[in-house]
């Protein structure tokens, strides 16, 4: 039987979690924040608030990834806690809005800039970013088609340029003769309390942007088969990668604010065809400066795309074993060692999202549906606990039992408040992920070749 080959050290885990994290949101998303909140420390505050909340589940994932470094990630720890319909229910909401939307996103996104940065497209720009997305994705599929050495190879190029440009933009930023001190202190009245009825559901609204900043740092477990000395290197991935981006979007958001007033930053919210972070260093080194933070963002998006492509084939290759998607996605590439067939579905998928136009409104849904299962992941940590205190874990939660309860428990906020704020958005995300109760009905009565370990830790 041909199996997926373990072929990702320490330092590749750790800046997969880095690619798989750092896309466009951090360049864009603080535009919307501000006209959210009217005060710079807020927003700031915001990012700083999304960090800690998305550490605390790395910190707590990290347990779950060390007792069960198998290929699919929470789908696995999902299936050992709460069974398989709600593991899959998982993996679908995963296929078909969470992770290939995602994908579509970040593609777009990658050919609305190439488009803006060379000037073509003309009458036709949308039909234009609509193939430069495609073409994005075909060829990062293939090249996670040829193997994950590959495929992180050109994820670990990409994010070392990025880390290089991260800090040139601090240097022009912190030199800009437009900033100052007083930028970071000076508030605007904000019109999220009109909005949203109170300050609290501003920030959470605000943090929305936030935690689309911080998407994707669960996606390293989803390849625990390929990464060495799983149980040790994943935890230790998790926690240093999260802390990372942490420390590259608390330093860029400052930055923004301290070289542009918060009501020139709110203001970009209302032109869309207007990128905050280009705006920014466009006002410190010119056109010089917007051009090369246009193309910072190609390379970002590109390789979160790429690291979005790598990681969750891996769900969809795990279900197909378990024989809970379609078949044929369990086939291992007998030359690359690559769940082949799941990155050729996942492509097919999302390239449709990115014709459909649809993207946009399933990525409002993103962050509140991912949230549902990042608390139940934490509340398994919790449960597990109880269930088996003996069970070997090579890596316990630090802060047990705080940092999982406080990580359950901000995402029972966030999804409450979501429910209130975007019941549309929220409501359409469940129903998306309800979809795939017939498939589920289908596919448990279809018989599998392998035996299948459904075994629910609950003695």
Request: a positive charge; hydrophobic letters at 50%.
């Amino acid at each position: 039987m041909i199996k997926l080959a373990r072929t990702l050290g320490l330092r590749s885990a750790i800046l997969l979690v880095v690619s798989g994290i750092v896309g466009s949101g951090v360049f864009k998303k603080v535009a919307p924040m501000a006209a959210e909140l009217g005060s710079p420390l807020l927003v700031v505050a915001c990012w700083v608030m999304a960090g800690l909340i998305s550490l605390a589940g790395a910190l707590t994932y990290a347990e779950m990834a060390g007792m069960f470094p198998q290929s699919g990630g929470e789908y696995v720890y999902f299936k050992k806690v709460y069974g398989r319909l709600f593991a899959f229910l998982y993996g679908w909401g995963a296929f078909t809005v969470m992770r290939t939307a995602t994908i579509a996103a970040l593609a777009h996104i990658f050919g609305q800039s190439l488009i803006t940065l060379t000037g073509s497209g003309g009458q036709s720009t949308e039909l234009a970013v609509q193939f430069v997305a495609t073409a994005l994705i075909v060829v990062l599929s293939w090249i996670n088609y040829r193997g994950v050495s590959f495929a992180e190879g050109l994820s670990r190029t990409l994010i070392y340029l990025t880390f290089g440009a991260v800090a040139i933009i601090a240097v022009l930023g912190f030199q800009a003769e437009s900033g100052s001190i007083a930028n970071l202190t000076q508030s605007v009245q904000q019109t999220g309390v009109n909005t949203r009825g109170s300050l609290l559901g501003s920030l959470v609204v605000a943090s929305l942007g936030a935690f689309w900043g911080y998407e994707g740092w669960n996606q390293i477990a989803y390849i625990g088969e390929e990464v060495k000395n799983p149980q040790r290197n994943l935890p230790i991935a998790l926690g240093v990668g999260t802390s990372i981006v942490i420390g590259i979007y608390v330093l860029l958001n400052v930055v923004y604010v301290y070289v542009l007033p918060i009501d020139a930053l709110a203001r970009l919210a209302s032109e869309p065809g207007k990128i905050a972070a280009v705006e920014v260093v466009r006002q410190a080194a010119g056109w010089a400066g917007a051009t090369f933070i246009s193309v910072l963002i190609l390379v970002t998006t590109s390789n979160s795309t790429n690291a979005s492509i790598l990681m969750p084939a891996r769900v969809f290759y795990a279900m197909a074993r378990d024989g809970l998607f379609f078949k044929a996605a369990a086939v291992i590439h007998p030359r690359y060692k690559t769940p082949s067939v799941a990155i050729l579905l996942q492509s097919t998928w999302a390239i449709i999202l990115v014709w459909s136009g649809s993207f946009d409104q399933l990525t409002d849904m993103l962050v509140f549906a991912s949230f549902i299962f990042y608390g139940a992941t934490a509340l398994g940590v919790l449960l597990l606990r109880r269930r088996l205190p003996e069970q070997h874990r090579p890596y316990r939660v630090i802060g047990y039992p705080f940092v999982p309860i406080f990580f359950c428990s901000c995402c029972t906020l966030l999804v409450i408040m979501t429910l209130i704020n975007q019941p549309r958005e929220a409501l359409t995300g469940l129903a998306l992920i309800a979809t795939g109760l017939p498939f589920y009905w289908f596919w448990r009565k279809r018989p599998t070749e392998s035996p299948v370990d459904d075994t629910v830790l609950n003695e």
